[in-house]
């Protein structure tokens, strides 16, 4: 009996020793092929927001905002997978976990960071006014009581709240900035208040809708980072370093042509 007990405790002592061997081996294996495989890395954006994001004639998402990706990823290791889902969906997706990363242009506020987290800023802008060319409106103050489209929940539509108060009935949210501005085009508003860059790429690409730009000092300055889910220290930690190294060998200012410290 007593027999019985020792050589069962000493074939129970070699199975654990053998165990233990088992998942040093396998954490090995891991560990060694770690080098060669990518973390992947699942973004959100917006597509209509040339030249950050947009849509290609091969369905492919194409922008600065993807060159930047790509270059934080070279130095990385990273994979990215880049998701056109909607504005509002990236701020959605990214709080319930169906997204790594938002990358779309966003601006780094205060309110935002209440429920996100962001990298350093990649870029810098403001917001700019766009009118039908033959517009006698030259300033902010002047369209504090004229219709106004913006995209929802933008820089653009808090600029406009700001202007004509929280609750103004003249302000009208939409979708995108593009789908905004064609509200100007259309007479349905005055004017739209939109990112400058991705302002001035619209005019360029639709040279006959006869639409002009109007800058303003009471706009402050913007400043565009990845955004991440509250707490999400690690991804940051690892998109961070990739934004510090693209701006020291000049990648980042190459993509952007601007330099951002
Ligand atoms: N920078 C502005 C913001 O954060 C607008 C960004 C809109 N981006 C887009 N891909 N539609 O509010």
């Given at each position: ?113 209440e ?57 009208r ?77 000049g ?11």
């Amino acid at each position: 009996m007593w027999r019985k007990k020792g050589l069962f405790l000493f074939l129970a002592a070699i199975v654990l020793v053998l165990a233990a061997c088992g998942t040093k081996d396998s954490e090995e294996e891991t560990t060694s092929t770690e080098g060669d495989a990518k973390q992947k890395i699942i973004v959100g954006t917006e597509a209509t927001f040339a030249p950050f994001e947009s849509m290609n004639d091969k369905g492919e998402i194409v922008g600065i905002d993807v060159d930047i990706l790509n270059a934080i990823a070279t130095e990385m290791n990273l994979e990215i997978d880049m998701r056109n889902v909607g504005w509002e969906p990236v701020f959605q997706q990214l709080k319930n976990g169906e997204l790594d990363l938002g990358a779309s242009g966003i601006t780094i506020t205060e309110e935002r960071k209440e429920t996100y987290d962001f990298t350093v800023p990649y870029y810098e802008a403001t917001q700019l006014i766009v009118v039908k060319e033959d517009s006698a409106i030259a300033s902010l103050e002047e369209l504090a009581d004229k219709k106004l489209a913006v995209q929802i929940n933008t820089t653009g539509h808090i600029a406009a709240r700001k202007l004509q108060g929280e609750t103004s009935s003249d302000i009208r949210a939409f979708e995108n900035l593009p789908t905004a501005i064609q509200e100007v085009i259309n007479g349905g508003a005055e004017a739209a208040i939109g990112d400058n860059a991705v302002v001035l790429e619209y005019l360029k690409n639709n040279p006959d809708a006869k639409l002009k730009t109007i800058e303003s000092d009471d706009f402050e300055k913007e400043y565009y980072g990845f955004m991440v889910k509250k707490g999400n220290q690690e991804l940051l930690d690892l998109i961070n370093e990739g934004i510090e190294k693209i701006k020291e060998n000049g990648k980042l200012a190459e993509i952007t042509g601007q330099t951002i410290q």
